[in-house]
């Protein structure tokens, strides 16, 4: 079993920044990608940004250019560094990791004021 701890979220005002952590634990053997999504009110589940095993990114297009994921693979922890925030970017935020299967976090709620 692998479990997954979302921190970092919280209130900010529009133009500030936040920095996601998501930490997993557990039975890990090998973790191939660490991905980022969110699911605003009414609104579907969407990709934000992905970072495969060998570290490198992709970013939906929504976010690129402000938005930047990284991961210590050491500490099977993934980072969203999330910048220049809007408030369409209030969402609840959910770190997804796929080892054997995928595993999704908890979630985290982001709110931008403006």
């Known amino acids: 079993q692998v479990q997954l701890v979302e921190s970092g979220g919280g209130l900010v005002q529009a133009g500030d920044s936040l920095r996601l952590s998501c930490a997993a634990s557990g039975s890990i053997f090998s973790i191939n990608r660490m991905d980022w999504y969110r699911q605003a009110p009414g609104k579907q589940r969407e990709l934000v940004a992905a970072?495969?095993?060998?570290?490198?990114?992709v970013y939906g297009n929504s976010v690129k250019g402000r938005f930047t994921i990284s991961r210590d693979n050491a500490k099977n922890t993934v980072y969203l560094q999330m910048s220049s925030l809007k408030p369409e970017d209030t969402a609840v935020y959910y770190c997804?990791?796929?080892?054997?299967?995928?595993?999704w976090g908890q979630g985290t709620q982001v709110t931008v004021s403006s």
């Open positions: 997804r990791v796929v080892a054997d299967i995928p595993y």
């Open positions: 970072i495969t095993s060998g570290g490198s990114p």
